[in-house]
């Protein structure tokens, strides 16, 4: 499969013809494929869609190495029937619509990042979305609330992710879902280096 470019704006796996029964390489090959760019998580999992090749769409993720191991783009696989997961009382359950491609997914992919995650893992730093369900200790935020976060638990290319509630922040009415999930690395490490630095 070709390359695609998703620093152009939004990606859709639909529209690059990505096929639902193959891994998908190439998407993430490479640091120049993906920098800051956005994955269309409504048009990759179908959330528009009841359906996809006549299976129900409402847990799907995006998962590194099924086989254990780390490596080049093959090693990702889109995973269907992912069981939606648990919250902690300090902790957030957000659906998913957009979220962020950034240089290090590629770096943890390859095994090349300094900390190596445990496997099967999903990958993903940034999203916005909307709140699903809410911990018991969580007071700033409730079901249904536009948000993205900057960190998850849970990795954010699926249809689901799991956030600690300090690592939420509203999204403003003005602010696309696309937007919301370039907000994490690419804007806050910016503003760091531009004020900090």
């Given at each position: 499969m070709d390359k695609v470019d998703v620093n152009d704006g ?95 997914d590629t770096y943890i992919r390859s095994g090349t990042y ?84």
């Amino acid at each position: 499969m070709d390359k695609v470019d998703v620093n152009d704006g939004v990606f859709s796996a639909l529209e690059a013809g990505v096929p639902w029964t193959t891994p998908l390489s190439g998407c993430f090959d490479d640091v120049d494929t993906c920098v800051y760019g956005l994955w269309c998580l409504p048009c990759l999992f179908g959330q528009n869609a009841k359906q996809i090749d006549g299976t129900d769409c409402t847990t799907m993720c995006c998962l590194y190495s099924l086989l254990g191991c780390l490596g080049d783009a093959s090693v990702c696989k889109l995973v269907r029937d992912v069981p939606i997961p648990d919250i902690q009382p300090r902790e957030v359950l957000i659906r998913v619509h957009a979220a962020g491609i950034n240089p290090v997914d590629t770096y943890i992919r390859s095994g090349t990042y300094s900390r190596r995650p445990t496997l099967p893992y999903i990958p993903g730093l940034d999203s916005s979305g909307v709140i699903e369900r809410v911990g018991i200790d969580v007071t700033k935020f409730k079901a249904g609330d536009r948000v993205f976060t900057v960190n998850t638990v849970t990795g954010t290319y699926a249809e689901y992710c799991v956030a600690r509630a300090d690592f939420v922040f509203p999204l403003p009415p003005n602010v696309s879902y696309e937007q919301g999930s370039a907000l994490g690395v690419p804007y806050f490490t910016a503003y760091r280096a531009l004020i900090f630095k």
